[in-house]
């Protein structure tokens, strides 16, 4: 379906933008010169009426959006968290995305529960009421269960979704392809890889059977975590197109009046939020990849409480201690180090300079220190990294994708908190720990530790592959030169004297 049908859809894009006004507004909160913006209006002012019409009740570009579809929605939902790129209004506009959406009717929400359960919802449910959230993929009501006084969130599908996000993923990939035949030099971008992962992550947030095992593994690491909590999923009153979870009162941590009101510490909250996130990507591997305002609530007893687990991000540990030296260095000012990591881990081209890299890496990390964020352009930072990234030939990492959208995601939160926020300083004892833990001798003794019981998992094989490869060597003609025959024969030897050195880490660690 990708063809150039889907010119269409991207004319109508833009057609809609400027038919609800908000094609200005967007130019302006992202900050474009005067001449591209009046190109992109002279360009799409004849086009004008082929745009959607929206809702008219509201804001511009949450008009906009919203009748553009899920996708569309989906990216207006991190750009919520970040005013200090979007401006002020475009922000507040967009804050509705996250959980203010129109509801579909009652009914069609009770009819799919039904199906989906095979059993009427009144012989599960006592009550079940109108939407209390209402957000791109799905709406939640609020129900108590049949012969108790437990309170839970029924989660379900908007009607039609899955295929409302085939037709926008056709065209971002229409668009993608685009890119890279007409722009060369973006490829490094890798943008039909880019949209390929976020096709995956998007399909996952469809099936509310991975929902409710990620919210549960999610449960599972987080139980000792003070301050956060994560509702239980029931598994028996869930499928793939519902979801039930625990209920959990709490304000929106978007609903800062409110916040204030009730006497929470916002400037505590706003450093917890984002501490919690490091810890549970270094930590665990596992976090809440959409963690704007709509997904997090504030308990009465000061608890943050995490919601909608549909697109949760993965890191293996090989990654995590990368990332953990990244951010260790931009934290110490150790640039240096810093661009030995990405040399390391190949982020960077090896043919490019690594001492001009750090000097690069300077510029983007020392105007943050000793200045209070809000007088940071985070526009500008980031605009500074992607020049680097392109003169340095650096590809996008599909595996880090989530990872750096989320931190993006959870600054702004933080910072919507706390304006003053300084991220640096709060970040740097949760990833100090992990450091400490994970990088050094006790870290090397470990990783032995894990090699050798893998190897033993082989050792009975281990005879066996040295005979055949004697056997494979005696049969050549001419002797294996000794550039090839030594190393082979070393190999095997290292192989074992590792075998029995993890044996005996393994029962010391």
Do not use: C
């Amino acid at each position: 379906m990708r063809g150039p049908h889907n010119i269409w859809r991207l004319i109508r894009t833009g057609a809609t933008f400027e038919r609800t006004g908000a094609m200005a507004i967007a130019l302006e909160g992202f900050g474009a010169p005067p001449g591209l913006r009046l190109a992109a209006r002279m360009l799409g002012w004849p086009f004008k009426w082929l745009g959607l019409r929206g809702d008219p009740a509201l804001p511009p570009v949450t008009r906009a959006l919203t009748a553009l579809g899920p996708v569309y929605i989906k990216f207006g939902q991190t750009l919520a968290t970040r005013p200090d790129i979007v401006g002020d209004e475009i922000a507040a506009q967009l804050m509705v995305l996250q959980d203010q959406l129109p509801p579909f009717p009652t009914d069609q929400a009770r009819a799919m529960v039904e199906a989906e359960l095979g059993l009427p919802v009144d012989q599960v449910f006592v009550e079940f009421s109108e939407p209390v959230a209402a957000a791109s993929i799905a709406q939640v009501h609020k129900a108590r269960l049949m012969g108790s006084d437990k309170l839970v969130a029924v989660k379900v599908l908007r009607p039609g979704i899955e295929k409302a996000f085939r037709k926008d993923l056709d065209a971002f990939y229409f668009a993608a392809r685009s890119i890279e035949f007409l722009a060369p030099f973006a490829r490094r971008l890798r943008p039909m890889d880019v949209i390929t992962h976020f096709e995956g992550v998007v399909n996952g947030e469809l099936d509310l059977r991975l929902e409710s095992a990620a919210a549960s593994e999610f449960a599972v690491n987080t139980a000792q975590d003070q301050g956060f909590q994560v509702p239980a999923p029931l598994w028996r009153l869930s499928g793939r197109r519902v979801m039930t979870l625990d209920w959990a009162e709490g304000i929106n941590l978007a609903d800062l009046a409110a916040i204030d009101g009730a006497g929470h510490d916002r400037k505590a909250l706003g450093a917890r939020v984002l501490q919690l996130f490091l810890a549970h990507a270094l930590r665990d591997g596992l976090f809440h990849a959409d963690m704007h305002q709509g997904n997090l609530k504030v308990a009465a007893n000061g608890d943050i409480i995490a919601y909608d687990f549909g697109i949760m991000g993965r890191i293996d540990e090989y990654t995590r201690r990368v990332y953990a030296e990244i951010l260790m260095g931009f934290i110490q000012r150790n640039y240096a180090r810093v661009a030995e990591v990405h040399f390391e881990a190949g982020y960077v081209p090896a043919d490019r300079d690594m001492a001009a890299f750090a000097s690069a890496l300077r510029a983007v990390g020392e105007p943050i220190f000793g200045m209070e964020a809000n007088r940071i352009s985070m526009a500008k930072l980031l605009s500074y990294l992607f020049e680097v990234t392109e003169r340095f030939g650096m590809e996008t990492r599909t595996e880090l994708i989530l990872l750096q959208r989320t931190m993006v995601v959870v600054e702004g939160v933080a910072r919507s908190l706390d304006p003053n926020i300084n991220i640096w300083q709060v970040a740097g004892p949760v990833v100090q720990s992990y450091i400490s833990r994970n990088v050094g001798p006790m870290a090397v003794l470990r990783d032995l530790g894990r090699t050798a019981q893998v190897l033993a998992r082989f050792g009975p094989k281990l005879p066996r592959m040295m005979e055949d490869m004697l056997i494979r060597q005696a049969a050549v003609p001419q002797p294996l030169p000794r550039h090839r025959a030594v190393p082979l024969f070393w190999a095997v030897i290292g192989g074992a004297v590792l075998l029995a050195a993890g044996l005996w880490l393994g029962r010391m660690i």
